[in-house]
């Protein structure tokens, strides 16, 4: 039986991430961006302004847009961004870069699209005889597609609703919990720590910060995610500025190898420029998790004024997740040359890193990084599951689902997860597919509330 369920899986999870899903995400990403009017692109300037610089805020909501931003990179800046990028490269050369920018630059525009989504029909959840300031319990607030999906479209679309929120409830206990506290314990190992006691130190780490809901993980995440983004990017920058004579020759192979075969060269195996496309594209949107709907749960419950100005957030998301930090990694290893020595993974970037900083510190920053990734990702898939229960079951579920979170995690630093890691990214991509539906249907709302939000008195 077991054997019949995981075969099953491996077939739908060939078809979910084969050439469909990935069209299917570009092509809802380039709708997006024309019926927009190239927002992530002409308003840029007005982006980083606002996520920068403009401090006024709103009322509603329960954390700052800033900490909204920090939830959401912590569940989208993870080990794709360090060992994504380079089985990029060691499968589909360095045109793949190109692509994954071209990714990058589509899933700002759906990315925005979902948080203006988000914001417009999140509510909040208000239960109870037990007694608070007001009388009653006011619990976090309540948005993402499975909320977008059924007040937007209406009763019809509840169970499309109801699917997106089952799927994410459940695949962030694979992509979210095990499959980090994996990634956590074999990077630790490395450094003489037993898998045991990463496991019993992350449920403590973990357990003691989402107890706290979503303001204690918005807290702890605005420290975490900018500290580890800035170690990470320095760190690839010096290794690039040392390089620097390099850069446009790297870049000139970049775009030529987008569009012509690039040829086996040492333990290069050379590529085509459809593997080109295909791997940038798809470690692109595995990265910043445009269109498969995980970060607008986060975003939801930002305290704004206005939808289109918390789509900024989603916009800068991704540009910090694509556009910086894997373009760090890509460039790092390109401008180094290990691309050619036949590694691939994490391994190919700790390689990069080593050829300026040495085998030790080299693989201690790239270990330490993925490290911190992978642990605020735990931190983000916790509540984006509590979320998605909540909606299911009510708010009084997200108590439980936050004890039930923590058993996993030891299950994960001690075990071999190649069968959860392929049952969460079917869950994963399956979370895409009512989300999409519902970005196509809903756009003329995003639209709307894009021309209004542009069009009124500065």
């Given at each position: 039986m077991v054997e019949l369920i995981l075969k099953i899986n491996s077939i739908l999870n060939g078809l979910l991430w084969g050439p469909v899903l990935i069209l299917a995400i570009l092509g809802v990403g380039i709708y997006l961006t024309f019926g927009n009017r190239f927002v992530q692109i002409v308003r840029l300037p007005f982006v980083?302004?606002?996520?920068?610089?403009?401090?006024?805020?709103?009322?509603?909501?329960?954390?700052?847009?800033?900490?909204?931003?920090?939830?959401?990179?912590?569940?989208?800046?993870?080990?794709?961004?360090?060992?994504?990028?380079?089985?990029?490269i060691a499968l589909g050369g360095p045109g793949a870069i190109f692509w994954m920018w071209v990714s990058g630059i589509l899933g700002m525009a759906t990315k925005?699209?979902?948080?203006?989504?988000?914001?417009?029909?999140?509510?909040?959840?208000?239960?109870?005889?037990?007694?608070?300031?007001?009388?009653?319990?006011?619990?976090?607030?309540?948005?993402?597609?499975?909320?977008?999906?059924r007040r937007g479209m209406g009763k019809r679309c509840r169970y499309l609703a109801s699917a997106f929120a089952v799927f994410g409830a459940l695949a962030a206990f694979g992509i979210g919990n095990m499959t980090q506290a994996n990634s956590?314990?074999?990077?630790?190992?490395?450094?003489?720590?037993?898998?045991?006691?990463?496991?019993?130190?992350?449920?403590?780490?973990?357990?003691?910060?989402?107890?706290?809901?979503?303001?204690r993980i918005a807290q702890v995440a605005s420290i975490f995610v900018p500290f580890m983004c800035i170690l990470y990017f320095v760190s690839a920058l010096i290794i690039i500025i040392l390089n620097i004579s390099l850069l446009p020759k790297i870049l000139f192979l970049i775009l030529k190898s987008a569009f012509t075969p690039v040829a086996a060269v040492g333990?290069?195996?050379?590529?085509?420029?459809?593997?080109?496309?295909?791997?940038?594209?798809?470690?692109?949107?595995?990265?910043?998790?445009?269109?498969?709907?995980?970060?607008?749960?986060?975003?939801?419950?930002?305290?704004?004024?206005?939808?289109?100005?918390?789509?900024?957030?989603?916009?800068?998301?991704?540009?910090?997740?694509t556009i910086v930090i894997c373009s760090a990694t890509g460039l790092a290893i390109l401008v180094t040359g290990v691309w050619t020595s036949g590694q691939t993974g994490a391994v190919l970037t700790m390689s990069a890193f080593s050829r300026v900083f040495g085998n030790n510190l080299g693989s201690a920053l790239v270990v330490f990084s993925m490290v911190l990734t992978a642990y605020d990702t735990m931190l983000a898939w916790?509540?984006?599951?509590?979320?998605?229960?909540?909606?299911?079951?009510?708010?009084?579920?997200?108590?439980?689902?936050?004890?039930?979170?923590?058993?996993p995690i030891i299950i994960g630093s001690l075990g071999k997860l190649e069968t959860i890691w392929s049952l969460a990214d079917t869950l994963n991509g399956l979370m895409a597919i009512p989300n999409l539906f519902a970005l196509l249907m809903l756009s003329p709302i995003v639209f709307r509330l894009t021309k209004e939000f542009f069009g009124r008195p500065k």
């Open positions: 980083f302004r606002e996520t920068l610089v403009r401090k006024k805020r709103g009322l509603q909501g329960d954390i700052t847009p800033f900490q909204a931003l920090n939830v959401a990179l912590a569940g989208t800046v993870g080990v794709g961004n360090i060992a994504g990028v380079a089985a990029a925005f699209s979902e948080v203006v989504l988000c914001i417009r029909y999140r509510i909040r959840q208000i239960r109870g005889a037990e007694k608070s300031v007001r009388g009653q319990i006011q619990y976090p607030m309540l948005g993402g597609p499975m909320v977008y999906i956590v314990a074999i990077g630790l190992e490395r450094f003489g720590i037993s898998r045991v006691i990463t496991g019993i130190l992350l449920i403590f780490a973990v357990g003691l910060v989402t107890i706290g809901g979503i303001k333990g290069f195996a050379g590529v085509t420029a459809s593997q080109a496309l295909r791997w940038g594209i798809a470690r692109g949107i595995f990265s910043n998790e445009a269109g498969l709907g995980s970060a607008p749960i986060a975003h939801a419950t930002a305290k704004t004024d206005h939808p289109v100005r918390q789509g900024m957030w989603g916009i800068f998301e991704v540009f910090i997740d916790e509540f984006y599951g509590e979320t998605c229960s909540a909606y299911l079951f009510g708010p009084k579920i997200r108590d439980y689902y936050r004890i039930l979170w923590l058993p």
